[in-house]
């Protein structure tokens, strides 16, 4: 079955930039969405399809995917950004094939 | 606007059923180009992803959890239903229902994700 392996835990001071990567075998052949869970809410969508963004989640947010590591990366990082992040990815050769990362937790210091 | 309610007990013994239900509004469970999935976050632990319906009715369930679960629709009342059997403790945990867009090559089914989320539940199980 296909892993998908993310840090625990991420700290960045306000300001700064926040890069959450999600490693996988050759994950760059898939194509990864990542997910922003705040404490407290449900889990939002962030970017979907690599580097996409859904309507309403600021241009801070963008992502990148190559090789086998895929990269969430959050500039101008303000304390609203804390939360835990989890990517996603499809495996057609897993059961099931929805895999999800184990999550990042980003602590804005 | 798209709208996901998560509804069920809140408290459930050991061994009882689990029976949530996903009320949508804003799409229809019959569009083709989306589904419905449920996923989990226990208290302290990662979001786990559950099973899943589309509207051709293909089911798809976590293996860990396989034997135990069982989702279907009610097109009518545009609700999915999950079920869950023998619930333990361990399943203490937020439940919520998603909206999945899917994705294809051609017409190949190749991935999907989740673009839209209910509140989710809370449910215990103790006795």
């Known amino acids: 079955s296909y892993v998908l392996t993310q840090p625990p835990s991420v700290s960045v001071a306000p300001g700064q930039t926040a890069r959450l990567t999600c490693g996988g075998n050759k994950i760059g052949d898939k194509t990864v969405h990542w997910y922003q869970q705040r404490p407290g809410q449900a889990p939002a969508l962030v970017v979907y399809n690599d580097n996409d963004r859904p309507s309403g989640i600021p241009e801070r947010f963008s992502g990148s995917n190559s090789g086998n590591t895929a990269t969430l990366t959050i500039s101008r990082v303000e304390a609203g950004d804390e939360a835990d992040f989890y990517c996603q990815v499809w495996d057609s050769r897993s059961d099931p094939s929805v895999i999800i990362g184990g999550g990042t937790k980003l602590t804005v210091l | 606007q798209v709208t996901l309610k998560e509804s069920g007990p809140v408290l459930v013994k050991p061994t009882e059923t689990l029976r949530l239900t996903c009320s949508v509004s804003g799409f229809s469970l019959s569009n083709a180009a989306v589904g419905v999935g449920w996923l989990r976050r226990p208290p302290g632990k990662a979001l786990e992803w559950l099973a899943h319906i589309f509207s051709n009715d293909e089911t798809s369930h976590s293996t860990t959890l396989k034997n135990r679960l069982a989702i279907s629709t009610d097109t009518s009342k545009s609700q999915v239903i999950l079920t869950m059997t023998n619930m333990d403790p361990v399943d203490t945990a937020t439940y919520y229902c998603?909206?999945?867009?899917?994705?294809?090559?051609?017409?190949?089914?190749?991935?999907?994700?989740?673009?839209?989320w209910g509140q989710g539940t809370l449910v215990t199980v103790s006795s």
């Open positions: 998603a909206r999945i867009h899917l994705l294809w090559f051609g017409k190949l089914l190749s991935g999907y994700y989740f673009d839209s």
